[in-house]
């Protein structure tokens, strides 16, 4: 079983910065993917950023410039740097992960992380 630990949230003011971490643990082989969610209360959980396998980032329209996604193999992390950010950019911040599990089927399996809240206030 895979298991991931989001950290990194808190409160900030407009024009602030935050960096959330997104630690995988586990039996598994490594990182294949990642996509970051957002989701207010009441609303559906929208995609923000997404690095892919083959490291194409993608970003949404509202985030383009100011939030950068990556990994780091070695420590099984990925994160999500948030620049500039905005009162808009409030809300519960969640990692989806695509592994890579271990030898020899190598089987792709994707999980969430518990989520962190982001708030950004003056």
């Known amino acids: 079983q895979v298991r991931l630990e989001e950290s990194g949230g808190g409160l900030v003011q407009p024009g602030g910065s935050l960096s959330l971490s997104c630690a995988a643990s586990?039996?598994?082989?490594?990182?294949?993917?990642v996509d970051w969610y957002r989701q207010v209360p009441g609303k559906e959980r929208e995609l923000v950023a997404t690095l892919t396998s083959d490291n194409i980032v993608q970003y949404v329209d509202s985030v383009k410039g100011r939030f950068s996604v990556s990994k780091d193999n070695a420590k099984n992390t990925v994160f999500l740097e948030m620049d500039r950010l905005k009162p808009e950019d409030t809300a519960t911040y969640y990692c989806?992960?695509?592994?890579?599990?271990?030898?020899?089927?190598?089987?792709?399996?994707?999980?969430w992380g518990q989520g962190t809240l982001v708030s950004v206030s003056s």
């Open positions: 989806n992960v695509e592994v890579i599990g271990s030898p020899p089927r190598f089987r792709l399996a994707k999980y």
């Open positions: 586990g039996k598994f082989f490594g990182i294949n993917a």
